[in-house]
């Protein structure tokens, strides 16, 4: 069994701080404090809309606040996920970075397997659901860049999402609750509005690093 074993203890899954976290209660609050149905039948059932819509925004894309990272050592030319790991940014190690189009084929594995050659430096990798298997070889230790998952809340709690998504939230839960009322429907069509998704999204890409070149087309800091 492939044991995870993080050299880097502040990069473990949940030690990114969220300075201004979204709790579940204040999404809720908001969307339904002009119901005039408030009661604790309707609010159990927005939880439950609520979170179909952040498992739907996770989809949406690679959101700041979801971005985490771990050093870890290789063990048998693999890693074992960390809990709470979604999808896959990029594993970087001496001599090499590997992103999710590094994904090796059946045939290229068995290839590999077949011919029983190791090498320090992967050309891709093979996820069996519970670990990140390296051919022909890895080590000793990566860094793996990830998409955190987000978890099914309950009311009260507190999210791993920044609070500036409440109001995207809260609209697609009201959105969801008017069309429960309205037609009785127990499973209303998700909808985000489209001008705070789009506005949200702005914002991030205002926050991302642009790869810069060089007069010589060289990116910054390479020759």
């Not at 969220?18 to 119901?35: F, T």
């Not at 959101?63 to 940014?89: H, Q, Y």
């Not at 909808?191 to 690093?209: C, G, H, P, S, T």
Request: hydrophobic share 40%.
């Amino acid at each position: 069994m492939i044991m995870a074993i993080v050299i880097d203890a502040t990069a473990a899954v949940d030690s990114v701080t969220i300075h201004n976290p979204l709790s579940v209660s204040s999404v809720l609050d908001l969307a339904l404090g002009k119901q005039h149905d408030t009661g604790s039948r309707l609010r159990a059932k927005a939880v439950g809309w609520l979170n179909e819509a952040m498992q739907r925004m996770y989809l949406e894309r690679d959101w700041m606040c979801l971005k985490r990272s771990a050093t870890l050592e290789v063990i048998d030319n693999a890693i074992l996920k960390p809990d709470g790991f979604g999808r896959l940014l990029s594993i970087q190690g001496e001599g090499f970075l590997l992103t999710d189009k590094n994904r090796l084929t059946e045939e290229e594995i068995y290839r590999f397997t077949e011919t029983n050659v190791t090498d320090p430096i992967p050309v891709g990798f093979d996820d069996n659901n519970e670990n990140l298997v390296f051919y022909p070889g890895a080590g000793p230790t990566v860094s793996l860049r990830y998409i955190r998952r987000i978890p099914t809340y309950a009311d009260n709690e507190e999210t791993i999402l920044d609070a500036k998504f409440k109001n995207l939230l809260a609209r697609a839960v009201l959105s969801m609750v008017y069309e429960y009322e309205e037609n009785g429907r127990t499973l209303p069509s998700l909808q985000f509005d489209e001008v705070e998704m789009a506005r949200l999204k702005f914002e991030e890409n205002r926050q991302q690093a642009i790869p810069q070149r060089s007069s010589r087309g060289y990116l910054r800091g390479l020759r």
